[in-house]
């Protein structure tokens, strides 16, 4: 016979009322930090450059539909920003990072499964250029997406979740001080038609000011 289940107490007895979530994000909201810029997505104006620069076998190896042309990526940006529940980001650099000039596209990044009734959401659909791996790049877009979410949005949890193959990604996750839920088992298929499990974290708002003072802490050294 299996052990009784250990009830998970409630961390919140005394709740109270969480404010109503707001959503959508209004068009062309821009979120400004010091090394990159973040604009919600126009999938006609920003296909071609977000192509070429992740057009790379790297930067898609744990994300299933990766497109051969910048058409093709173009109506993929055009379905996910389609979508009640996604909100697609550029992210630009607003200095020189590494080859990259100031204004160049740097990446993409989204807000998806967004439940208002619940004031939660998930950060995903994250890929960068591979010369910005591992800069500031993550890290402040990271800080820019939380900031917006929780103290203009209202959201009181962000989820987050990657490839149990994806190791890197994985520490990426909790090097922003995200909390490891636990692993969703066999829960979708991969390109190669293989099912994945995916690690999930999340950030709550009791969690947001620890998780913003270390990301800024980290903003301010000399390398990340």
């Known amino acids: 016979m299996s052990e009784r289940f250990q009830v998970v107490p409630d961390p919140r007895p005394e709740d109270e009322v969480w404010p109503e979530m707001v959503w959508p994000v209004p068009e062309a909201t821009v979120l400004t930090g010091k090394r990159v810029e973040l604009a919600t997505v126009d999938p006609e104006h920003d296909a071609e450059e977000l192509f070429r620069a992740l057009d790379h076998d790297r930067v898609w190896a744990h994300i299933p539909g990766r497109p051969d ?6 109506e993929l940006l055009r379905q996910r920003d389609s979508l009640a529940d996604w909100q697609l980001w550029t992210v630009r650099s607003q200095e020189a990072i590494g080859p990259n000039p100031p204004g160049a ?8 499964d967004v439940r208002p009734r619940d004031a939660a959401l998930e950060i995903g659909f994250t890929v960068y250029t591979p010369s910005v791996w591992g800069t500031t790049v993550n890290p402040e877009t990271k800080l820019l997406l939380l900031e ?7 959201v009181g949890r ?3 979740k990657t490839d149990v193959r994806n190791h890197r990604s994985q520490q990426a996750i909790a090097r922003l001080g995200a909390k490891y839920e636990g692993t969703l088992r066999r829960q979708f298929r991969r390109a190669d038609g293989t099912i994945r ?13 620890k998780v913003r003072a270390g990301l800024t802490t980290r903003l301010t050294q000399p390398t990340s």
């Not at 596209?105 to 998806?112: C, D």
């Not at 499990?197 to 000011?209: A, H, N």
């Open 105 to 112: 596209i740097l990446g993409l990044t989204a807000y998806l």
């Open 148 to 154: 917006y979410a929780f103290e203009s949005l209202n």
């Open 197 to 209: 499990d995916s690690v999930l974290f999340s950030i709550t708002t009791e969690d947001w000011p």
């Open 158 to 160: 962000i989820q987050l």
């Open 69 to 74: 042309a910048p058409e093709q990526l173009a």
